[in-house]
């Protein structure tokens, strides 16, 4: 039998894009290419066909990457529920465990509001992406002075 590099990478670029995880990672990587391509094409050419190409995308990409994402906030709000039931030796600790639970639903909430109004689902007047970064940076800055607090025990 003769060896065949393409059907080993065809059978490696299946079993990778088989996964929810990498195909996301996959779309991100266009993504940032597209981003890459476009920022280089219109810095040396502003009306460049080619970058404004890419810069559509960058943007399609961005807005397709978000359509798996939809519903993750009832993800963070089942974990919380079950912090709700669970017995905590520090309330420092379960409080800033419901932080970063509640932080991430209010990400994903308005990160999903963003979403459908790209998609014209949904009319509002609401910045949604400001709206999430709220709720990221509560939830990134809580899991900071968690692990600061484990590390410092």
């Known amino acids: 039998r003769l060896y065949n ?29 597209s981003r890459y391509m476009y920022w280089s094409l219109l810095t040396a ?8 190409m890419f810069k559509q995308i960058y943007s399609l990409v961005g807005t397709c990457r978000k359509l798996p994402r939809l519903g993750k906030t009832v993800n963070e709000l089942h974990k919380f529920s079950h912090m709700l039931t669970e017995v905590s030796n520090s309330p420092v600790d379960w409080g800033l465990n419901a932080a970063v639970r509640l932080g991430y639903a209010y990400y994903w909430l308005y990160d999903n509001i963003g979403f459908l109004q790209k998609a014209t689902v949904i009319k509002s007047e609401t910045k949604a992406s400001y709206e999430a970064a ?11 002075v968690l692990k600061a607090r484990a590390f410092s025990k």
């Not at 059907?7 to 940032?32: G, L, V």
């Not at 940076?137 to 809580?142: E, F, G, N, S």
């Open 45 to 52: 050419d502003p009306k460049s066909e080619r970058g404004l």
């Open 134 to 144: 709220k709720g990221w940076i509560i939830a990134v800055v809580a899991t900071l």
């Open 5 to 33: 590099p393409t059907s080993y990478t065809m059978d490696a670029y299946i079993k990778f894009t088989s996964d929810a995880a990498a195909r996301d990672k996959m779309a991100k990587a266009t993504q940032y290419f």
